[in-house]
């Protein structure tokens, strides 16, 4: 008989997507999920059947309660008031509800029953092939997804920000090229008080893209780690985005051969400038 106990990293991951984990345990997950694709794809199941399980059951509660059960609990008899002879001992009185506490009862064992029955009924059958589950308004995690977690991940680390570091330029320019397919030039960025780390080579939606990292030396947000990120280009990029995930700032823009993303802390303001300058550079 298969084993219908969830595994210890379903139990984890589904911590994880519950937002209910230490920020310790939540940088550890975020690192497995840039380097294990098995733990991202179930990642990304998980975080589906949450959606829906959540648009289910808010689509639920918005359905009237049966006629048929409104009127069996109006027309339900109340007790008759019991008499107590004198001198005979007091008897325990047994629970009986009220129409509101019963239609309460009724109701919360629907709504136990079916969020029971998705539990059950969601759960992968590890004889069938997995299958893609859509629902309006539901967003699945996506490329720029990966591009902040690597972001979000390397920058912490400060001693291993790069992979190679600013003083070898040439031997970043024939890896990143040879790795990601794309020609480019690493921008210099001082006169935005950016000095130049270092780079990696990571990877967003299986896509290989270059990572350049930049540090700032002035200001209120000195020694903040900015990161420029190029790839082979997304139909979906045509225009640029801005968008902020968590504590994170991101604008891409895209050309007809490789799409760029600029990711900064979410307190930069000075985003849009810095993307300006580095397209014409870059």
């Not at 609990?73 to 009220?98: C, E, V, Y």
């Amino acid at each position: 008989m298969a084993n219908s106990e969830p595994s210890a990293l379903e139990r984890r991951l589904s911590a994880f997507v519950d937002s209910q984990v230490s920020d310790t345990e939540r940088q550890d997950v975020e690192a497995m999920l840039v380097n294990d694709p098995q733990a991202r794809a179930l990642h990304d199941d998980l975080k589906r059947g949450s959606q829906i399980g959540r648009h289910l059951l808010d689509d639920m509660l918005k359905e009237p309660v049966p006629l048929d059960l409104v009127r069996g609990i109006k027309n339900t008899p109340l007790p008759r008031k019991a008499m107590r002879l004198p001198g005979s001992a007091r008897r325990s009185r047994a629970f009986r509800p009220s129409g509101l506490q019963a239609l309460s009862a009724c109701t919360l064992t629907l709504l136990v029953g079916c969020g029971l029955g998705y539990m059950i009924g969601a759960r992968p059958n590890p004889t069938q092939p997995p299958q893609t589950l859509t629902t309006q308004g539901f967003q699945q995690r996506d490329w720029l997804d990966d591009i902040v977690s690597s972001y979000r991940l390397h920058s912490r680390q400060q001693n291993r920000l790069a992979e190679i570091g600013a003083d070898k330029p040439a031997d970043i320019l024939e890896w990143l090229t040879t790795g990601t397919g794309i020609s480019f030039r690493i921008p210099d960025l001082t006169d935005s008080g950016l000095a130049f780390v270092g780079a990696r080579l990571v990877t967003a939606e299986n896509t290989p893209t270059g990572m350049l990292f930049y540090r700032r030396t002035s200001g209120d947000s000195d020694g903040d780690i900015l990161a420029l990120t190029f790839s082979r280009a997304r139909p979906e990029t045509t225009k640029p985005i801005e968008d902020i995930r968590l504590d994170t700032s991101l604008v891409s823009w895209s050309t007809p051969l490789a799409t760029y993303v600029i990711v900064a802390p979410s307190s930069a303001a000075d985003l849009d400038e810095i993307a300006a300058k580095a397209a014409g550079l870059i």
